[in-house]
């Protein structure tokens, strides 16, 4: 009878000895599954050049911008790829002696230099195969927040890594962000994406150059998630509503035709809506005129004579960047009839080079122009230190894209790892300064600020021109 209560004890106390041995294998499940989430990611990592990158994707060991390519430039990539950093180091630094203006050469300088080092390190999603001179812009942006930061002792004493990633179609965006969210020794990534649901799920900050899209910002009022996207720009309100304002109220121009890029119907609809609303707001109105840069049967001339027949007064452009050839052909067809104004996409050399006369008198919304705060830190402004670095005046594309810099260089001397990164960031307290002044961002990740107005016109002989067209963005006062 002892035996069999004896065995009853043993097995009792097996079964609880079981309960509780499952039970703390469930919490460390639940724990381990909560750290592959929250801190597995974390730096610093060794910058490892060799490991194997998707196409499009590198650390220096290829030249992505062919247009900027020079055999100094070709010696040192494969230095790079067959681990002779020294050698890299020192054909990097002679094409940019032939070359300063290549961004890809000094982030792949500023890499060579550190190859052998525990590194942070963000990547740079550029649509070099869409259009190379924003790339270029947004990775000068890149290329000058890295140089600068690694030139002054790091990030609590360690160096800033850059890995650039090419874009040739906005599908591969996708592909990207799926490699990213996986790739564990990154910390950050700069750059538009198609997916956010993927970096905010994954633990993966991203700082994106641009505005939110509509739909971004109703996920976000939707959403109660913890928020890893950012964006270093205004929100696109600001823009629209600046642009409207300046139409209406200053230009005194009450009927506005719009051209859209339609190749997305909902989305190029809610930005015609958006544009409507503030332009009726200012006490004016948009026309019934339809314009579809997309459209394969697109004639500018039809549209501007129909622009005409409506009423119209003034005519906003507003292309995907990928589109402003097509833009550009509605304002040489427009032949100075009606009062043209863009949309900042349309900001950059390509808008002068090919527009010339066509487009002069053009006024666009941008976040930043040199001469908007070329006080803010006397004679080293980050105009200043840009002309110094690049040879010439730089775009507000470059301004934003060393803004999202700043944000992660900022936050990363709060922590070094991406949950602390985004913690940091999504302090109401947190704040970094930048090209464009100060950086705040709102509970759902917007960039807090005001716009400027740009106007195209030819640069005056008594003056240095920033272009090499003829033609400068002139800051309106």
């Not at 890499?111 to 390190?121: D, G, H, Y």
Request: aromatic share 6%.
């Amino acid at each position: 009878m002892n035996n069999k209560k004896e065995n009853i004890r043993l097995l009792v106390s097996l079964g609880i000895a079981g309960v509780m041995v499952a039970g703390i294998l469930f919490i460390v499940g639940r724990f381990s599954s909560s750290i592959s989430k929250n801190a597995m990611y974390d730096p610093p990592s060794p910058l490892l050049p060799n490991s194997p990158f998707p196409e499009g994707v590198s650390l220096g060991a290829k030249i992505l911008v062919t247009a900027d390519k020079t055999a100094d430039k070709e010696a040192g990539v494969q230095a790079f790829a067959s681990n002779d950093f020294a050698t890299a180091v020192t054909k990097f630094q002679s094409s940019l002696q032939s070359n300063r203006n290549d961004p890809e050469s000094l982030i792949y300088l500023n890499n060579a230099k550190i190859a052998k080092s525990q590194v942070l390190k963000v990547a740079v999603i550029a649509p070099i195969g869409l259009t190379l001179n924003e790339a270029k812009e947004l990775l000068r942006g890149v290329a000058q927040a890295q140089d600068e930061v690694n030139n002054s002792g790091g990030i609590k004493g360690l160096p800033l890594a850059i890995q650039i990633a090419s874009v040739d179609k906005f599908d591969k965006i996708k592909e990207l962000d799926d490699q990213f969210v996986k790739d564990s020794s990154l910390v950050a990534v700069v750059g538009f994406g198609r997916d956010e649901k993927i970096y905010n799920d994954k633990g993966l900050v991203r700082i994106s150059p641009g505005s939110p899209t509509t739909q971004s910002r109703q996920d976000q009022t939707q959403s109660g998630q913890t928020r890893y996207v950012f964006y270093a720009s205004p929100d696109r309100d600001n823009f629209t509503q600046a642009i409207a304002e300046y139409i209406v109220k200053k230009e005194r121009r009450t009927n506005v035709a719009i051209c859209l890029d339609s190749a997305q119907a909902e989305r190029s609809q809610a930005i015609k809506k958006q544009y409507a609303d503030f332009i009726a707001k200012a006490g004016g109105k948009v026309t019934d005129t339809e314009c579809n840069l997309s459209a394969q049967n697109f004639r500018a001339s039809d549209f501007i004579t129909k622009a005409i027949t409506d009423g119209a007064e003034a005519l906003l452009l507003n292309p995907r960047p990928d589109k402003i050839d097509a833009a550009i052909d509605v304002a040489r067809e427009n032949k100075g009839r009606l009062a043209l104004f863009g949309s900042q996409q349309m900001y950059g050399e390509k808008l002068l080079k090919f527009g010339q006369g066509d487009v002069k008198g053009i006024v666009l919304p941008v976040p930043w122009h040199q001469n908007a705060n070329n006080n803010a830190g006397g004679n080293n402004s980050f105009g200043d230190k840009a002309i110094k670095l690049w040879g010439g005046q730089v775009s507000p594309r470059t301004a934003i894209a060393y803004d999202a810099m700043q944000v992660i260089i900022a936050g990363l001397k709060e922590g070094i790892t991406r949950q602390s990164l985004q913690k940091a960031l999504s302090n109401p307290n947190f704040s970094a300064t930048g090209a464009t002044g100060k950086i705040q961002f709102s509970p759902s990740g917007q960039r807090q600020g005001g716009v400027f107005l740009v106007k195209v016109e030819p640069c005056e002989s008594s003056q240095s021109c920033s272009s090499s067209t003829g033609y400068n963005f002139v800051l309106v006062q």
